[in-house]
C-alpha cells in the first residue's frame, strides 16, 4: 500500500481515508482533469468522482466525466435489444442530467476504450485521470494499457467497497475468517458520510461535442436519492 502510495505524491493531498492507488508513476503537473467512469455509474455517492473533483477543485483547472461505450462487453453488445445495455443507458441518462444540474461536463465515446481515453486525453491537454475500480480482468488491463500509454498520473479509486480492497488485505485469504477481523478494525475509519457535491464553479472544457441522440431522450428510471448519513448510522449501530 505504501509503494503505490508513494508513486504518485498527488496522493498525499487527499482528505478522505486511503481509497485510492496510483496505476503509473507520472506526477502532476497541470491541466484538467478528468473521471473516467466505468463501474460505478453515479453520480452522487461516489468516492472516485469526489476524488477526482476535489483534485480538481484545489488546483482550479477544468473537471470533466467521460464515459466510453465499448461495441461489447463480455456476453453483452451494444444493440438496442440487449438488455443490459439498454438499462446502462438509462442510468447514463440519469448521470447526464445530474453532472449538467452541477455544472460538470459529462462526454459519451463510443468504440475502443484504450484509444479512445488516449485521443482524449492527447487532443485536450488532460492533466490528469481517475478512474473507478473494477475487479474484472478486461476492466483491470484496459485501464492499466491507458497508465502505461499516457504521460500524466492515472489513478484508480475503490469507490465500490466500504473498505477498499487493496488496504484490507495485501495478499490472498484463506477464507472470510481471516480477513473479516482485518475488514472491521478499518469499518470506524471508512464509515463516514458521503460529502455533497458543490455546483462547478470552474470554466468547463470547451470541447466541440455532440451527445449520441439516445443519450438526449428522456429517461424512464426515476433515480431515488437515499441520505448516506442514515445508512452510517445504521451499520456504526450495528
Known amino acids: 500500500i505504501l509503494a503505490n502510495r508513494l508513486k504518485c505524491a498527488m496522493l498525499e493531498t487527499m482528505k478522505y481515508p486511503i481509497r485510492a492507488r496510483a496505476l503509473n508513476a507520472h506526477s502532476y503537473a497541470h491541466g484538467p482533469v ?72 459529462f462526454y459519451v465515446r463510443e468504440g475502443d476504450a484504450v484509444t479512445n481515453l488516449s485521443q482524449f486525453i492527447q487532443h485536450h491537454g488532460v492533466g490528469a485521470v481517475f478512474t473507478d475500480f473494477n475487479p474484472l480482468r478486461v476492466m483491470r488491463s484496459m485501464k492499466q494499457k491507458v497508465a502505461d500509454q499516457v504521460t500524466i498520473p492515472v489513478v484508480e479509486v475503490d469507490a465500490h467497497n466500504i473498505v477498499p480492497w487493496f488496504v484490507a488485505s495485501d495478499k490472498q485469504e484463506w477464507g472470510a475468517y481471516t480477513l473479516r477481523p482485518k475488514i472491521h478494525r478499518l469499518l470506524p475509519n471508512y464509515l463516514i458520510p458521503y460529502p455533497s457535491l458543490k455546483p462547478n464553479d470552474i470554466t468547463p472544457l470547451a470541447i466541440p461535442y455532440t451527445p449520441p441522440t439516445w443519450l438526449l431522450s428522456p429517461a424512464s428510471l426515476v433515480p431515488t436519492k437515499i441520505r448516506s448519513e442514515e445508512h452510517t448510522s445504521e451499520l456504526q449501530s450495528r
Open 34 to 105: 478528468i473521471y473516467w467512469m466505468n463501474r460505478e455509474m453515479r453520480v452522487h455517492d461516489n468516492w472516485a468522482l469526489l476524488e477526482a473533483y476535489q483534485f480538481a477543485q484545489e488546483h482550479a483547472v477544468p473537471f470533466a466525466i467521460v464515459f466510453n461505450l465499448m461495441p461489447s462487453f463480455l456476453t453483452a453488445t451494444n444493440h438496442p435489444q440487449d438488455r443490459m445495455y439498454a438499462w446502462m443507458k438509462e442510468g447514463l441518462k440519469i448521470v447526464h442530467a445530474e453532472a449538467h444540474a452541477l455544472g460538470i461536463p
